[in-house]
């Protein structure tokens, strides 16, 4: 199975990608989608849902996990997070793949053991489940721990 996790942000939105075979992991990839800057709030969305329908022709998933966004504490970083994540939906009804959403209190619940987990926690233990050397951008390593979660909620992959 191949799961992109995606991690809409206000200026960044992570993916992560995870193959998993027979219950193990046998590809992992990350980076981060960031659209340009410079240009009107409609084309700079245009550009993300193109990057995202790039990124998925090139790794052709069987899922995308789609991060839900948290109540932020301040309206306009809740909306314009809520433009990105609109965005980024259109691109995958586009794509018309199978799309699963998760809520960041299950992602950690299933990485890292608790719903509340601090970002740095749930950053360490994926770069260790996954055995990621090099130090992740944050939205990469949120975006590969929506993936992880997907494939552990589906019972896709073993962890030891």
């Known amino acids: 199975m191949r799961v992109l996790g995606v991690d809409p942000g206000t200026r ?3 993916w992560g990608l995870i193959e998993a075979e027979n219950g193990e992991i046998t590809r992992v990839a990350w980076g981060c989608l960031k659209g340009k800057r410079g240009l009107p709030r409609a084309q700079t969305l245009a550009g993300l849902a193109d990057e995202l329908l790039a990124l998925l022709a090139q790794w052709q ?5 789609v991060e839900t966004p948290f109540v932020a504490r301040f309206q306009k970083a809740s909306l314009l997070l809520a433009e990105t994540r609109g965005a980024l939906l259109a691109a995958l009804g586009q794509w018309g793949g199978e799309v699963a959403e998760y809520e960041p209190a299950r992602v950690k619940s299933w990485v890292v053991g608790n719903g509340r987990a601090e970002k740095q926690q749930v950053a360490w ?3 260790r489940l996954l055995g990621i050397a090099e130090e992740l951008p944050a939205d990469a390593a949120d975006a ?9 909620d589906r019972k896709s992959v073993h962890l030891r």
Request: net charge neutral; charged share 0%; with cysteine.
């Open 61 to 65: 998933p069987q899922v995308v996990a």
């Open 12 to 14: 960044t939105t992570g």
């Open 144 to 152: 590969l721990a929506v993936a992880l979660c997907h494939l552990l």
């Open 125 to 127: 233990l994926v770069q």
